[in-house]
Every structure is written in structure tokens, then in C-alpha cells.
């Protein structure tokens, strides 16, 4: 069965300090893994979709990368406004379901 | 351009009532697919509408059904309700140029069920 782990549950840094964020997952066959931010009650805001392992994409302080069974989403240099809950997500080649992890609730202090 | 629309943004049933949440998927999307989110969790796939279709299920009994329009805009309907069923609906809508694998979401409805 599919499935999607993060990890750490929630990360607290200093605005400039740089991390990482773990998305482990199962799938059958990858047809896209996507990261999506969400603030608190709203909808999720679409990040990336990766496709095939040794993939990256880039959004400003943001970095996506992409192995056969990980993907890490890197922050460098994170402000306050980034704080948020990450969520990643996986869609496998025979259907139509995604399936999301729990998220990484991420908190930067100033 | 607007994206994706939801209503109504917040909304209080009793337990056994029925609910209707409607959706507006971004312009130039054809598929839209709903989602249930508790609070601390990641959202839950219910199901997938395309061509006015369902066309692919979650793990969510026959009380949620759903309609797709021609205009492709898509209605979740939740009879019976439970207090468990309160949660955030999200739509997310897909396809066209855009492609058929990145979802973008709607900001919600927030249901209570008492």
C-alpha cells in the first residue's frame, strides 16, 4: 500500500539557520511526488512537483530534491514568514489518488 | 485568473443533517477531487470527478457522494453526518495544460457537525 512518512513532526529554528525536511514514501510506481506549504485553515499552496530520482527544483529559499525512496525539501536561511506546515504528497502510476503525509509543522523564530 | 473556489467557507450541522460544499476549479482545469482534513493531519483523498464521472474512490463510505458540471465545477455531498465528519473539505482541480498530476487547492469549508 502506498504510503507517505515526514519527518521531524515539527521543527522549531532560528530565522538564518538552514534545515531539512523529510518526505519517505512507498508507491508502487512514482508519477509525481509534490510539496504543497499550508498556513494555518487554509488550503495548501502547490510548491513542486518532482517526477524521477535526481530531480531538484528550486523557489527562492526552497529546494526540492528527489531519491527513489526520499525527498527532502531544504531551507536555507529561513525568515519568520516561513512558517507554516509542509506537506508532501504521492500519486502512483495505476490511479488517480494522492496521498499525502501528516506535514512538517515548521516555526522560525526572528 | 482565479483559482480554485470554494463554499461556503464555514458551516454548522447537527449530527444526521445533510451538507453540499461547492467548488470552482482554476480556469482551464477540467478534474477536480475533494479532500477531508482533521485538525494535525494531511488531507484524505474522497474522490476524483472527470467528464462529470468519478473516477476513482478513497476509503470513504456511500454517505459522501459528489457531482461534476460541464462547466467542470463539482459539488461533495455528505448525508447522515457525523460528529466525526468535522473537518476541512478542500477541493484541489487539475488538468488541462497545466497538466494532469499538479493539484492546486481551494482555501476550504470548514464543517461542525454538534
Known amino acids: 500500500e502506498d504510503q507517505v512518512t515526514q519527518s521531524p513532526e515539527a521543527l522549531r529554528l532560528q530565522e538564518g539557520e538552514s534545515s531539512s525536511l523529510n518526505c519517505s514514501y512507498t508507491v508502487s510506481g512514482l508519477r509525481g511526488l509534490f510539496w504543497y506549504r499550508q498556513d494555518p485553515g487554509k488550503g495548501p499552496e502547490f510548491l513542486f512537483t518532482?517526477?524521477?530520482a535526481g530531480e531538484e527544483k528550486e523557489k527562492e529559499r526552497l529546494k526540492a530534491t528527489l531519491t527513489k525512496k526520499e525527498s527532502f525539501l531544504h531551507i536555507t536561511a529561513p525568515k519568520p514568514e516561513d512558517s507554516a506546515t509542509y506537506l508532501c504528497a504521492v500519486r502512483n502510476t495505476g490511479g488517480f489518488k494522492t496521498i499525502f503525509g501528516a506535514g512538517t509543522r515548521l516555526f522560525v523564530k526572528a | 485568473d482565479a483559482g480554485v473556489t470554494q463554499s461556503p467557507t464555514h458551516l454548522i450541522k447537527t449530527r444526521g443533517q445533510q451538507v453540499t460544499l461547492r467548488c470552482s476549479p482554476k480556469?482551464?482545469?477540467?478534474?477536480v477531487s475533494w479532500y477531508q482534513q482533521a485538525l494535525g493531519q494531511g488531507p484524505q483523498f474522497i474522490f476524483q470527478y472527470y467528464e462529470e464521472e468519478e473516477r476513482q474512490r478513497g476509503n470513504f463510505p456511500d454517505r459522501f457522494s459528489g457531482h461534476q458540471f460541464p462547466n467542470y465545477s463539482s459539488e461533495l455531498n455528505v448525508n447522515a453526518l457525523l460528529l466525526g465528519d468535522s473537518a476541512l473539505y478542500l477541493c484541489a482541480s487539475s488538468g488541462g495544460l497545466a497538466g494532469v498530476e499538479t493539484q492546486y487547492f481551494g482555501p476550504g469549508t470548514r464543517l461542525l457537525v454538534l
Open positions: 518532482l517526477y524521477s
Open positions: 480556469s482551464g482545469h477540467d478534474t
